[in-house]
């Protein structure tokens, strides 16, 4: 099938080359063949040269990519951002009824030591090009502990990427309640307490329930070390 630019440019050429010919001579000479076949090459190749797809844009992901986790969109229980500044298309597929494709570039995070960003398509189609990092964070800002796509563990030893697996396809591996994630051992109370006293953010800004929540959480936490240690020492 012709390309579109060429079968535009074809009546132009024809003319020209009619209007070239002899008036003696209803043959073109070879000079005219030439020059029209070489409109023909240039043509051919200005329009292909358009019609290539755009390069994908690297999500490059440092430990300055990640600040206070306030500062970015919140979404009913957790925040989002958009590494590439498409925050508007992030926000589309978040607040969409029936799930969809985060683009590129997409941040989601829940709490302020685990972070998942979408990396450039084809990345690592097992994990739907999301990578994943566990952060430690002070008020000097953050520092990546660990970063990767099947073998990063959260503070209770759980893996993520097996922990967002199960999410339906629809929903592109974000884990919800009434996504087809296993349910994790830390509720809302928990995980806005976290939020609030994000330590990047400056000055906690706590709400009643926090102290009580944060301290639930410590001992989960401490319990499963200890679990933890018994397991592997005996």
């Excluded at 589309?92 to 009824?97: E, G, R």
């Excluded at 990578?131 to 209770?156: H, M, P, W």
Aim: glycine content about 6%; hydrophobic content about 40%; aromatic content about 8%.
């Amino acid at each position: 099938m012709l390309n579109n630019k060429i079968i535009k440019l074809l009546p132009l050429m024809i003319m020209s080359s009619f209007l070239s010919l002899s008036a003696s001579s209803a043959i073109a000479s070879e000079q005219d063949i030439s020059s029209t076949a070489q409109a023909l090459k240039a043509a051919f190749n200005s329009s292909t040269a358009e019609e290539v797809e755009p390069k994908v844009t690297a999500v490059n992901v440092t430990e300055a990519s990640f600040s206070c986790i306030r500062d970015m969109t919140p979404v009913r229980h957790f925040y989002v951002d958009n590494l590439l500044g498409d925050l508007d298309a992030t926000l589309a597929v978040a607040n969409a009824p029936k799930g969809a494709t985060y683009p590129a570039g997409s941040v989601v995070q829940l709490v302020p030591t685990e972070v998942m960003v979408k990396r450039e398509a084809g990345t690592f189609p097992a994990t739907g090009d999301w990578e994943f990092f566990e952060l430690q964070v002070n008020e000097n800002g953050s520092t990546i502990a660990k970063r990767g796509f099947v073998d990063v563990n959260n503070r209770f030893d759980g893996n993520c990427f097996t922990c967002h697996a199960p999410a339906r396809e629809q929903w592109d591996f974000i884990c919800e309640s009434d996504h087809g994630c296993d349910a994790i051992p830390i509720d809302h109370a928990m995980t806005g307490a976290l939020q609030r006293s994000d330590p990047r953010c400056g000055e906690a800004v706590p709400e009643s329930g926090d102290w009580l929540a944060l301290f639930k959480l410590k001992a989960m936490v401490s319990i499963g070390l200890t679990k933890k240690w018994f397991e592997e020492t005996f």
